[in-house]
C-alpha cells in the first residue's frame, strides 16, 4: 500500500531508489521511467561521466543518459534493475531556446521548484499490478505475475510420434 496526493491532477508518491527516496509521479505516457539529473546528482553522485552510465545522445545535444539501478522500491514492491533515463533541467530559463517575442501572451513556465524527482513510465509500470483507491489516497501494488500457460499438446517430435500412433 502505497499513499499518493494530487499535484496539479497528476499521482504522486515516494519511492526509494537504492534506499533513497525520491518524490516521484506515475506518467503513463511516457514509454521510460526517468530521473532529473539534479536529483541524480544529489542523492547519487551520478554526472554524464559516470563509469557505467550509457550515453543516450550522439548528436552532441545535452548530456542525457542511462543508469541502470540496484532497485526501485514502491513500499515493499520492488523492481529490480530498473533502466532509468537521467535527463537534463531545461525548463524555463535553462532551456536554450527559452526566447519569448515582443507582444507575445504565452504565460512562460519559468524554473518550477515543485517537479517530481522522477517519472515512472510505462517499462516500470507494466511490470506491477496497481488499484488506486481515490478515496482513501492509497495505491494498492502487487506484482504482475507471467501469465499461467495452458495445457498444449506436446509439440516437435513428440507431437509428430503422437499422430503417427493415432493413424
Known amino acids: 500500500m502505497l499513499p499518493f496526493t494530487f499535484h496539479k491532477r497528476h499521482i504522486r508518491f515516494t519511492v526509494k531508489v537504492d534506499g533513497k527516496e525520491l518524490t516521484a509521479e506515475m506518467d503513463t505516457g511516457s514509454p521510460n521511467t526517468s530521473m532529473r539529473d539534479e536529483a541524480a546528482r544529489r542523492l547519487f553522485d551520478l ?16 548530456a542525457a543518459f542511462g543508469h541502470v539501478f540496484g532497485t526501485l522500491d514502491f ?3 520492488a523492481v529490480t534493475n530498473p533502466h532509468v533515463i537521467i535527463m537534463p533541467n531545461l525548463v524555463g530559463s535553462k532551456d536554450p ?18 517537479r517530481p524527482d522522477m517519472l515512472i513510465g510505462m ?45
Open 47 to 62: 554526472t554524464p561521466e559516470t563509469p557505467g552510465n550509457i550515453p543516450l545522445n550522439q548528436q552532441g545535444m545535452v
Open 75 to 77: 513500499e515493499g514492491v
Open 97 to 114: 531556446n527559452n526566447a519569448q517575442r515582443t507582444g507575445d501572451r504565452a504565460r512562460m513556465m519559468d524554473d518550477l521548484d515543485d
Open 123 to 167: 517499462d516500470i509500470l507494466r511490470k506491477l499490478h496497481f488499484y488506486i483507491a481515490f478515496d482513501e489516497s492509497r495505491i494498492f501494488i502487487t506484482e504482475a505475475s507471467t501469465p499461467a500457460k495452458p495445457n498444449l499438446p506436446p509439440t516437435g517430435d513428440a507431437a509428430a510420434s503422437t499422430t503417427a500412433t493415432r493413424q
